[in-house]
């Protein structure tokens, strides 16, 4: 089998940018996929190096052209918030207290699976526990990807409003990863590695030169989908650290989210002609469709139910189930609106979303519509 095959069939997402005629997609997912699916390098390194080659550019005249993303700026620096004074980390935390769920059953996919209800309240516990563990776990692999993209999109972006309010967002996903990591290891005790597709995904982001392409993969893919993920996470646990941690990281990334649709609202409509607006708009696509189908908590699979069901089975029952269908709700509301506001949502690509379930979010309010309370109200 060449390559290509072995990739293909390794990835449903490659598989369908062939089918769909998205070469150029696929071209550029080709490396991340082989590093993810095939070396899952994710997994089996304490460290990964990946090559970055984009240009860092300087701005000697340091005007202040843009006062959308300054007042964003000056909206930031006031909002700094500091993860070992603000936070009560001494709340004590029992993530398995059958009393008090952790979440409840209802955020589970599992939670109508008839050998999920034949558990013990222990074992359904400890389940509750892990699935959190999970989801937690990729958010950090998620963070630490968006420190690294805030700093490169930093350097690399032409203006210096842009810039300044880039400082601001590398403190902030530092903050992030410093406090679900603490999170982690101190309150649930257990981390997970990434996710073969996140990884996919983030060594996509690193590894291609475009700028804009970070930005979009970044600021309005993964960090819309993340914010609605928090939310709905916040409003489902009680547990109050977590939910006191969930409203502080909310706040910030939607600015994070905000300054993305500010930023390539411009780029995109000054700066790119059809071709490569169209090839932004096949990548948006394709990746909405890895994060759609993708997630699929695999290792947790692997850890408590490969006994019980096969992967095929496992796959089929986390995709077709209501809770799953209400977070890719929340997630993709934060998306779609915003792919939309920066062109590139176009009658030529709403066939495709709708086709995929996601074209029923394009009229709700895009991220500069939305305030932080807002989104802690999921309005
Ligand atoms: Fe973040
Ligand atoms: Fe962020």
């Known amino acids: 089998m060449n390559l290509l095959e072995n990739l293909a069939q390794s990835g449903p997402l490659l598989r369908g940018a062939v089918g769909r005629g998205h070469l150029r997609v696929l071209k550029s997912m080709l490396g991340p996929a082989f590093r993810g699916l095939i070396q899952q390098r994710g ?3 304490p460290h990964t190096q990946m090559a970055l080659g984009y240009s860092a550019v300087f701005d000697w005249r340091y005007q202040r052209t843009e006062p959308q993303l300054a007042r964003l700026y000056e909206a930031a620096k006031v909002s700094q918030w500091n993860a070992t004074k603000d936070l009560d980390w001494s709340i004590s935390v029992d993530p398995e207290d059958p009393e008090k769920p952790i979440v409840p059953d209802s955020f589970l996919p599992l ?33 630490q990807g968006a420190l690294f993209a805030a700093c490169q ?19 902030d996903e530092g903050r992030h990863v410093e406090t679900f990591h603490r999170y982690l290891t101190e309150k649930l ?10 990884y996919v995904i983030v060594d996509a982001l690193m590894s291609d030169a475009r700028w804009d392409i970070k930005f979009l993969g970044m600021q309005i893919m993964i960090e819309g989908l993340a914010l609605g993920a928090f939310c709905h996470l916040r409003q489902h646990t009680q547990e109050p650290l977590l939910r006191q941690l969930l409203t502080f990281v909310i706040t910030d990334e939607a600015r994070h989210v905000h300054y993305g649709v500010l930023a390539l609202q411009k780029f995109y409509e000054t700066e790119l002609n059809e071709r490569e607006r169209r090839e932004r708009e096949d990548w948006a696509f394709e990746v909405s469709l890895l ?7 695999h290792e947790f699979y692997e850890e408590h139910w490969a006994h019980a069901m096969s992967r095929a089975e496992w796959d089929r029952y986390m995709l077709e189930s209501e809770t799953m269908a209400l977070f890719r709700g929340t997630m993709f509301k934060r998306v779609v609106p915003n792919l939309k506001r920066i ?24 991220a500069p519509e939305l305030t932080a309370k807002d989104l802690l109200e999921d309005r």
């Open 43 to 45: 997994r089996h390194e």
């Open 111 to 143: 939670a109508r699976y008839p050998g999920y209800q034949k558990l013990g309240a222990r074992e359904k516990a400890r389940q509750r526990h892990l699935v959190l563990a999970w989801m937690l776990s990729q958010f950090l692999h998620g963070e």
């Open 153 to 171: 999109v930093t350097e690399a972006v032409p203006w210096l409003d842009a810039k300044l309010y880039g400082s601001t967002q590398a403190v």
């Open 189 to 198: 005790e257990k981390l997970y590695e990434i996710n073969d597709n996140l």
């Open 291 to 297: 994060l759609r189908d993708r997630f699929l908590a």
């Open 343 to 366: 062109g590139l949502l176009s009658d030529r690509s709403r066939p495709r979303y709708a086709e995929a379930g996601l074209l029923q979010y394009e009229h709700l309010r895009a």
